[in-house]
């Protein structure tokens, strides 16, 4: 049997027309990418392998290979059909790899670190650091601090109003000033971009608290002069006062004229006087003293910027709401009187007494009232004429007028000081007693109180040998 040439004996000659024939090079398209050396592709190792599809572009099976066409130009048995010798061919070239899926893998880990790293040195930033300004800042900013703020919380503030950089700063500098933990509520004028030092510093020195407005029982609206020629101001001038400051180069005052004006013409109802008082306050010697008696003793802050009408109106809405917590009402008020005659009395107990003694002349004024004997009180002549309330000449106590005592029966019109929440109690509340006299006999204040006029001059002589008068 002859052999097949295909399988012939590998000590045989090869017939080269039994060769199969050699593939051709199919070009293909490819993308013009720099040719990578062959080194960078082969594992350095033979043990390592290629992970396929994690950089670089995913090949089919056969994808590197092109399908067997009909072999034109050779015979069956592979021999070209004019007899000559196959070409030789070169071993088909690698095909290029693609970079592009593996630089957008590089990009897309290089994104991530840097994320990754951002987020760490943010939250570095938000547990352990801060931002802060440097030096003692420009221009003026102002800040309220209110009732329980803690540091935080004026730290935030002053971080919202650009004060300093972070809450943080001002809270960190002032961890050690023992100040800050005592600073009270108000208005306080700051300078802009300050380090939290800085902020610390100033917000707890005197000079940045603006708006405070202390008003004293005793107090009358306007000023009162002392024998020497001191001047005790008043409410007008105490408000006047409270209202200065200087923001960004700008006073923010309201002169003492501006508030009488602001009085006289402002609707008592619009300012929050209660509505028991509306009628009589309208009694007053002059339209800008219709609040007297209304205004009650504290510290009030007093906004730089305010007009006058902002000023009086939280003023007097503050103090209508202290009178109902010392108790006087419509429903609430002294033996027989009206809330309005209620705290009439006060004011004058507050300008005649010291305040142990409160109760006991305030029965003294109710018993004088029932018994139809005149008040006979130095404190509403001297009302009139600004002056101090121990003692009156005989020609001021001769004049004619609704606040003269010694002339008049009765009250006087309107109260004529600001009367202190122990003050309006008492006028509530009188010490049960049969007193129709007193008279300061002691140089602490206590008075000496009688019930018949002959014990009162008693009083007196005891008084003039103690030397308080």
């Not at 972070?166 to 002032?174: I, L, N």
């Not at 020629?229 to 501006?258: E, R, Y």
């Not at 010291?354 to 509403?380: A, C, E, H, M």
Request: hydrophobic share 35%; glycine share 8%; net charge negative.
């Amino acid at each position: 049997m002859p052999r097949d040439p295909r399988f012939a004996d590998a000590s045989m000659p090869r017939d080269p027309r039994n060769q199969p024939p050699r593939r051709q090079p199919v070009e293909q398209p490819t993308e013009v990418i720099p040719t990578v050396p062959e080194a960078a592709h082969e594992p350095e190792h033979p043990d390592e392998h290629r992970i396929d599809g994690l950089f670089d572009d995913e090949y089919d099976e056969y994808g590197e290979y092109e399908d067997y066409d009909e072999y034109d130009g050779y015979d069956e048995d592979g021999y070209p059909e004019d007899g000559a010798e196959p070409p030789v061919e070169e071993p088909p070239a690698k095909k290029p790899r693609k970079k592009r899926k593996r630089a957008l893998g590089w990009i897309a880990a290089v994104l991530v670190l840097v994320l990754l790293s951002g987020g760490a040195w943010f939250g570095y930033q938000k547990i352990f650091g801060y931002a802060d300004f440097d030096g003692s800042g420009e221009g003026d900013a102002l800040v309220q601090v209110e009732q329980g703020d803690t540091t935080s919380a004026i730290g935030a503030k002053l971080a919202d109003a650009g004060v300093v950089a972070s809450s943080r700063a001002f809270v960190k500098a002032g961890a050690e000033n023992t100040a800050l933990s005592k600073i009270q509520q108000g208005y306080y004028l700051l300078r802009q971009h300050m380090s939290g030092e800085s902020a610390v510093d100033l917000i707890t020195s005197p000079a940045a608290r603006v708006g405070r407005l202390e008003i004293r029982p005793y107090t009358q609206f306007d000023d009162i002069t002392q024998p020497g020629g001191k001047v005790t101001p008043g409410v007008f001038s105490l408000m006047s006062k409270a209202s200065c400051a200087t923001l960004n180069g700008k006073s923010t005052c309201i002169s003492v004229d501006q508030l009488r004006k602001t009085v006289a013409d402002a609707d008592l109802k619009a300012l929050g006087v209660p509505e028991w008082a509306l009628a009589d306050a309208g009694k007053a010697l002059s339209k800008d003293k219709r609040l007297e008696g209304l205004i009650a003793p504290g510290v009030y802050d007093v906004k730089p910027g305010w007009t006058a009408t902002e000023l009086i109106t939280d003023l007097v809405k503050q103090s209508a709401d202290a009178i109902q917590a010392a108790g006087l009402t419509a429903q609430n008020t002294g033996p027989g009187m009206s809330p309005y005659q209620t705290l009439i009395i006060a004011s004058l107990i507050e300008r005649e007494a010291i305040t142990p003694d409160f109760g006991k002349i305030s029965r003294v004024i109710y018993n004088r009232l029932s018994q139809r004997i005149r008040l006979q009180l130095d404190s509403t002549v001297n009302y009139v004429l600004d002056r101090p309330t121990l003692l009156t000449k005989p020609e001021d106590r001769a004049k004619s007028g609704p606040y003269n005592t010694y002339a008049n029966y009765g009250l006087p019109p309107t109260p004529i000081a600001v009367p202190s929440m122990e003050a309006i109690k008492a006028a509530i509340s009188p010490t049960p007693g049969d007193w129709a006299y007193f008279v300061k006999c002691e140089k602490d204040g206590h008075s000496c109180f009688a019930v018949t006029n002959d014990q009162h001059n008693e009083n007196k002589r005891l008084a003039e040998q103690r030397g308080v008068y």
